[in-house]
């Protein structure tokens, strides 16, 4: 098979219907046209709001990690909190309350360090990867009906070891740790004594 010499064309959408609906997302079969072959096709699209995901970093630098199980997976995933973005909610917001809800840890600040997509071939949303710095635990914890959660706080250089040799399997998790690396790096060369 052979490539156009442009590279890859753009599909036309003409036209989207839901075939299924869930508490957590829709899928939707979406009708494409190719726009030099005129074939047209219907692809599955699952729709569902924007996650985030969050890297809380505690004042003796430990990250706050979440052990949980998932059905998924059908075992336990050591991860990060995070969950779903509510309608009009940005991302930093949902952030810290994330956060809170999920662990009992509350950051005063937060900030953006990236956003992916899930998965593109058939995923529509987002998520988003947010720091929060000096995260203590001080509130009560506000779990779903089905949440039942560990918490840790593990050493920032362990858990990005966990992340490399697979300890850590959630991919959104370790795509936030790779965001989290840098600023980590930064945060480490200021805080090392200078030397005279």
Request: net charge negative.
């Amino acid at each position: 098979m052979s490539s156009s010499a442009h590279g890859p064309d753009r599909w036309e959408k003409l036209s989207e219907a839901k075939v299924a609906s869930t508490r957590i997302f829709d899928l939707t079969g979406a009708i494409y046209r190719h726009p030099r072959r005129k074939s047209e096709r219907e692809f599955s699209l699952i729709r569902s709001r924007d996650w985030v995901n969050i890297v809380a970093l505690t004042p003796d630098n430990k990250i706050v990690l979440v052990n949980q199980f998932r059905f998924g997976l059908d075992d336990f995933s050591l991860e990060i909190p995070g969950g779903i973005i509510d309608e009009h909610e940005s991302p930093l917001h949902a952030g810290l309350r994330e956060l809170r809800e999920e662990t009992g840890f509350v950051g005063a600040t937060a900030q953006l360090l990236g956003t992916v997509s899930p998965n593109p071939a058939f995923q529509t949303n987002r998520c988003h990867f947010v720091l929060v710095e000096n995260a203590t635990a001080s509130a009560d914890l506000a779990w779903d009906e089905d949440e039942e959660i560990e918490v840790r706080t593990v050493p920032v250089e362990d858990v990005l070891a966990m992340a490399r040799s697979g300890v850590i399997t959630h991919s959104l998790v370790v795509a936030a740790l790779f965001f989290f690396e840098e600023p980590w790096r930064k945060m480490k060369s200021q805080k090392a004594p200078q030397s005279v």
